[in-house]
């Protein structure tokens, strides 16, 4: 069966003389009714060709789509993303494009009041802008990375990054919450792929999405308050949480040289793929701490529904939205099943299916590193900057990994009586912590 003009093409063979002795020899009749001589191929012939032809591109898109979704399509090394950009090779320049202009340096101010800071967009590529809010005085910017993946801050910022920013360390430095792409006030360049085929529709969401694409926006922000500040390399410090982490570790790792300092507050366990400690894995311990039966039963479900790639392309942003709102929900239960402190982050975790949370940030991310053969653990231990890790001891998942890619070029704070969100359930000791760091 084919497709033809957008119809079903049916054919029908008959076979007339069938059992009446009819020899090789003889004339037969065609399914058309016209005679057919037995030098051309019979219509029963053409049409297993066309069936098997069917099956065999089916099998091979298939086994592509696999290998897709088997193999990291994003390889991170130290310059790897300058160089691809030397080569043409990524989707958008790593440049932006407003960069040379005398009239627009590459970013717009919505507002400014001093409760909220100036807020706005980088102009990061065209077609493509990242929101930012941004608090402090000081001429060096400190860039924040959300964690999710696609779950930006919230409108009120982190408490402990308020404080510096209204304390001492606000005359040094600006702190610039971004929002990654795909997700909160930036751009959303893809919502729905359903019309696609599953290779193209791949290579859509790599090169709007992918893991490489949110290394590189850092990057081009930095380089337009680069522009803006008139500086020949500026150098900034990172500060990422969560998966944010994970990507600001990503960053510091390609661009060792403009990466001044680096904190990573309870930074992702993605290091490997498949992960090398179990209770790095993060669906393995949550299970593990669903109160009973049947929550561990709907908890299997819908890790089955968000790990189903090969189905990933019939579904909208707003599907996507709600299954990383249902994560959420997941995780504040196991916290509270554990005893652990319930942050105020997730307090309303209904709120998180609201618009700002990203659909396809989290596929785009995790598509880049495959299911097999992912290791960044040798990558980290290149890097140049200074690092802090901050976690709490009550995290469900600990930074050990991290600590042991970094070695002695990292510190590690580890704060009492607190989980996940260190910034929120403690904000002066996590304030204290990096102040001491970036001073």
Same mark, same amino acid.
């Given at each position: 069966?084919?497709?033809?003009?957008?119809?079903?093409?049916?054919?029908?063979?008959t076979?007339?003389?069938?059992?009446?002795?009819?020899?090789s020899?003889?004339?037969?009749?065609?399914?058309?009714?016209?005679?057919?001589?037995?030098?051309?191929?019979?219509?029963?012939?053409?049409?297993?060709?066309?069936?098997?032809?069917?099956?065999?591109?089916?099998?091979?898109?298939?086994?592509?789509?696999?290998?897709?979704?088997?193999?990291?399509?994003?390889?991170?090394?130290?310059?790897?993303?300058?160089?691809?950009?030397?080569?043409?090779?990524?989707?958008?320049?790593?440049?932006?494009?407003?960069?040379?202009?005398?009239?627009?340096?590459?970013?717009?101010?919505k507002?400014?009041?001093?409760?909220?800071?100036?807020?706005?967009?980088?102009?990061?590529?065209?077609?493509?802008?990242?929101?930012?809010?941004?608090?402090?005085?000081?001429?060096?910017?400190?860039?924040?990375?959300?964690?999710?993946?696609?779950?930006?801050?919230?409108?009120?910022?982190?408490?402990?990054?308020?404080?510096?920013?209204?304390?001492?360390?606000?005359?040094?430095?600006?702190?610039?919450?971004?929002?990654?792409?795909?997700?909160?006030?930036?751009?959303?360049?893809?919502?729905?792929?359903?019309?696609?085929?599953?290779p193209?529709?791949?290579?859509?969401?790599?090169d709007?999405?992918?893991?490489?694409?949110?290394?590189?926006?850092l990057?081009?922000?930095?380089?337009?308050?680069?522009?803006?500040?008139?500086?020949?390399?500026?150098?900034? /410090?990172? !500060? #990422?949480?969560?998966? *944010?982490?994970? &990507?600001?570790?990503?960053?510091?790792?390609?661009?060792? +040289? %403009?990466?001044?300092?680096?904190?990573?507050?309870?930074?992702?366990?993605?290091?490997?793929?498949?992960?090398?400690?179990?209770?790095?894995?993060?669906?393995?311990?949550?299970?593990?701490?669903?109160?009973?039966?049947?929550?561990?039963?709907?908890?299997?479900?819908?890790?089955?529904?968000?790990?189903?790639?090969?189905?990933?392309?019939?579904?909208?942003?707003?599907?996507?939205r709600?299954?990383?709102?249902?994560?959420?929900?997941?995780?504040?239960?196991?916290?509270?099943?554990?005893?652990?402190?319930?942050?105020?982050s997730?307090?309303?975790?209904?709120?998180?299916?609201? /618009?700002? !949370? #990203?659909?396809?940030? *989290?596929?785009? &991310?995790?598509?880049?590193?495959?299911?097999?053969?992912? +290791? %960044?653990?040798?990558?980290?231990?290149?890097?140049?900057?200074?690092?802090?890790?901050?976690?709490?001891?009550?995290?469900?998942?600990s930074?050990?990994?991290?600590?042991?890619?970094?070695?002695?070029?990292?510190?590690?704070?580890?704060?009492?009586?607190?989980?996940?969100?260190?910034?929120?359930?403690?904000?002066?000791?996590?304030?204290?912590?990096?102040?001491?760091?970036?001073?």
């Amino acid at each position: 069966m084919g497709r033809e003009n957008g119809g079903t093409v049916r054919q029908r063979v008959t076979k007339e003389g069938q059992g009446n002795g009819t020899s090789s020899g003889q004339a037969t009749a065609a399914p058309s009714g016209r005679t057919q001589s037995p030098d051309q191929p019979s219509a029963t012939w053409s049409w297993c060709r066309l069936i098997i032809a069917t099956l065999v591109i089916t099998v091979t898109v298939a086994a592509a789509a696999v290998w897709i979704m088997l193999r990291p399509t994003y390889h991170p090394a130290p310059g790897g993303i300058a160089q691809a950009d030397a080569l043409g090779d990524l989707p958008t320049p790593l440049t932006p494009p407003a960069i040379g202009s005398r009239t627009d340096h590459g970013f717009e101010i919505k507002s400014a009041t001093a409760n909220n800071g100036r807020q706005g967009y980088f102009h990061v590529s065209d077609g493509v802008k990242v929101y930012f809010r941004a608090v402090g005085r000081g001429s060096t910017p400190v860039l924040l990375v959300h964690g999710g993946p696609g779950a930006p801050h919230p409108s009120t910022g982190w408490a402990a990054v308020e404080a510096l920013a209204n304390g001492s360390l606000g005359e040094q430095f600006t702190f610039y919450y971004l929002h990654q792409r795909g997700c909160g006030r930036s751009t959303r360049p893809i919502t729905d792929l359903r019309n696609t085929s599953f290779p193209e529709a791949v290579a859509a969401l790599q090169d709007a999405l992918g893991l490489r694409e949110q290394v590189a926006d850092l990057e081009r922000v930095r380089r337009i308050l680069n522009h803006v500040g008139g500086e020949a390399a500026l150098r900034v /410090p990172v !500060i #990422g949480h969560s998966f *944010g982490g994970f &990507i600001a570790a990503l960053y510091a790792a390609e661009f060792p +040289d %403009v990466v001044a300092k680096l904190v990573l507050e309870s930074p992702a366990a993605m290091l490997t793929l498949p992960m090398a400690n179990t209770s790095d894995d993060t669906f393995a311990v949550l299970r593990a701490l669903m109160p009973t039966a049947a929550r561990r039963e709907a908890f299997d479900a819908f890790v089955k529904e968000y790990t189903d790639f090969g189905n990933l392309f019939t579904k909208t942003e707003a599907d996507l939205r709600k299954t990383n709102a249902d994560f959420l929900a997941f995780y504040a239960e196991a916290l509270k099943a554990a005893g652990r402190p319930l942050p105020p982050s997730l307090s309303g975790v209904k709120t998180f299916n609201a /618009p700002d !949370i #990203g659909g396809w940030v *989290g596929p785009g &991310i995790f598509m880049s590193m495959g299911m097999f053969g992912w +290791d %960044v653990r040798s990558l980290l231990g290149r890097t140049v900057p200074p690092v802090l890790l901050i976690e709490g001891a009550r995290d469900l998942v600990s930074s050990a990994s991290y600590a042991q890619a970094y070695g002695d070029r990292a510190s590690r704070v580890i704060l009492d009586d607190v989980g996940h969100f260190s910034h929120d359930e403690a904000p002066k000791k996590w304030s204290e912590a990096v102040s001491k760091f970036l001073a």
